[in-house]
């Protein structure tokens, strides 16, 4: 997008450039812009680019006081450094991310615990199960005071989850039957979100051996997910493997 005859771009001068335009749309409107593309092609910034960008625009930040707009770039950076198994440094951010506001005001409510929530399921995705279960012990307090019931499923799917994983499977049930409970009233009983969650409940039955009750809830969700998705859909075959799995275990 530099035309023919302009060579290469160096990816300090590319982040450079974006970190001094975002610094004038800071000085001219207190907004968080999202510099995560090319101005000319419109094409998004990945890899060494993506992660360097959002570091120089960290240092646009970094004298102004503590806000929800601070903390929402450091956790911004956080996830792109987590995306990349930079864990260490996104930690870190993430702690100073969480100290940008206030815990009993609206904006650590609506802002700052769906991004720990966040941050929480990109540990788990990492495998680090005991480092998602600090995140998710540490904000268990402050749900209750979360206004926004989508963020509250999501903590009590992922929380049964990641307890599941490390064997504290009582706890995993509750959160898990909460998690359903809430999805159900929001989505209704047949709702591709409760699906997701019916089906993440059948498997912590599975592993404490309510395997005929799993089985049959997994049944049920593969007809709503094969009449809602269709047979060839990525949830559907999942579930289908799952069930062919459970029954090649009671063959053998």
Partial sequence: CRGPSAGFAHVGCLAEMAARREYVTIESR????????????????????????????????????????????????????????????????????????????????????????????????????????????????????CDNEETRAEYQT?????????????????????????????????APETLEVTFVQAQIFTMVGRAEQAKAMLADVLAESTRIFGPDHDFTRKIRDVLRDMQAEEAA
Avoid: N
Wanted: proline share 4%; with cysteine; net charge positive.
């Fill in 158 to 190: 992922l929380a049964s989850v990641v307890l599941a994983g490390v064997g504290r499977l009582d706890e995993a049930l509750q959160y898990i039957a909460e998690s359903v409970e809430v999805t159900r009233a929001r989505h209704g009983s047949r």
């Fill in 30 to 145: 207190p907004t968080l812009s999202r510099f995560d593309h090319c101005g000319t092609c419109q094409q998004r910034f990945t890899g060494k680019l993506e992660v360097e960008m959002r570091r120089r625009r960290w240092r646009s930040y970094r004298d102004a006081p503590a806000s929800p707009m601070t903390s929402r770039v450091l956790m911004t950076l956080a996830m792109t450094l987590i995306r990349r198994e930079e864990f260490d440094v996104a930690e870190r951010l993430h702690q100073a991310a969480i100290r940008g506001v206030p815990e009993d005001s609206a904006q650590y409510r609506q802002i700052v615990l769906p991004l720990q929530v966040a941050m929480a399921g990109f540990l788990h995705s990492a495998g680090r199960l005991r480092d998602a279960l600090e995140i998710l012990s540490r904000v268990k307090p402050k749900m209750e005071l």
